[in-house]
């Protein structure tokens, strides 16, 4: 069966430090595979999109994204995180329809 | 340039009072159009995708229904509201069946 996961649902990181946000996905091909941000109690926003070519992807806000196929994995990284960065995000992958992972919720220190 | 409409952006309803969430879109034909349900802590559960006009796909079997009177619009509806309807309901839209969704900006459903 198709599915997303993000092993995290809660991650917590100074700010100025790097991010990684974990994702992986099981599916019989290769999907399309995306990013969204979701502010408290607003829709979600596109971060970056992979679908195919170079494997590191460039997003909005310094948001990459690195696509490996061994390791069936899709992670969003970020240099140096902002506290403005702090929000819901989620991995999607697209096959025949949009699946989405549970959502790894950002909780960004000062 | 394309945007999406979505409302009422809040709704408090009793147990077994009926709905209608309404999302439209502006700039563009023949999108595809999506209902997804936000739980907490269980992501985005997708529940109604159109293709076209009258052409309605349901993922999840429940007592929500959708329908699409109009190339850009889409209703979601209930009769009878349940306590487990509560949650956040997202409209999206997309160009193709294969590409990026474009989100509205919401509406939270409580039932009590």
């Known amino acids: 069966a198709q599915s997303v996961t993000q092993p995290d649902i809660h991650i917590t990181v100074s700010e100025g430090a790097s991010l990684e946000l974990r994702c992986n996905y099981s599916y019989g091909a290769t999907p399309y595979l995306f990013w969204y941000v979701q502010s408290p109690g607003q829709g979600l926003q596109l971060l970056l999109k992979?679908?195919?070519?170079?494997?590191l992807v460039q997003g909005i806000k310094g948001f990459e994204a690195e696509f490996k196929r061994s390791q069936s994995s899709f992670n969003l990284r970020k240099p140096s995180v902002h506290w403005s960065d702090a929000a819901e995000y989620f991995c999607a992958v697209q096959h025949d329809d949009m699946r989405f992972g549970a959502g790894t919720r950002l909780t960004v220190k000062p | 340039s394309q945007t999406i409409h979505q409302w009422p952006a809040t709704l408090v309803q009793p147990v077994g009072s009926p709905l209608s969430l309404e999302c439209t879109v502006e700039g563009t034909s023949n999108p595809n159009l999506y209902w997804y349900r936000q739980a907490a802590g269980r992501g985005l559960q997708l529940l109604f995708y159109s293709v076209g006009i009258g052409q309605i796909s349901s993922e999840v079997p429940q007592n929500l229904s959708a329908s699409r009177p109009q190339d850009r619009q889409f209703i979601l509806s209930s009769k009878k509201l349940l306590l487990s309807d509560s949650g956040f309901y997202l409209c999206a839209w997309s160009v193709l069946a294969a590409g990026e969704l474009f989100f509205g900006e919401g509406s939270r459903l409580t039932v009590l």
């Open positions: 992979y679908f195919s070519g170079d494997t």
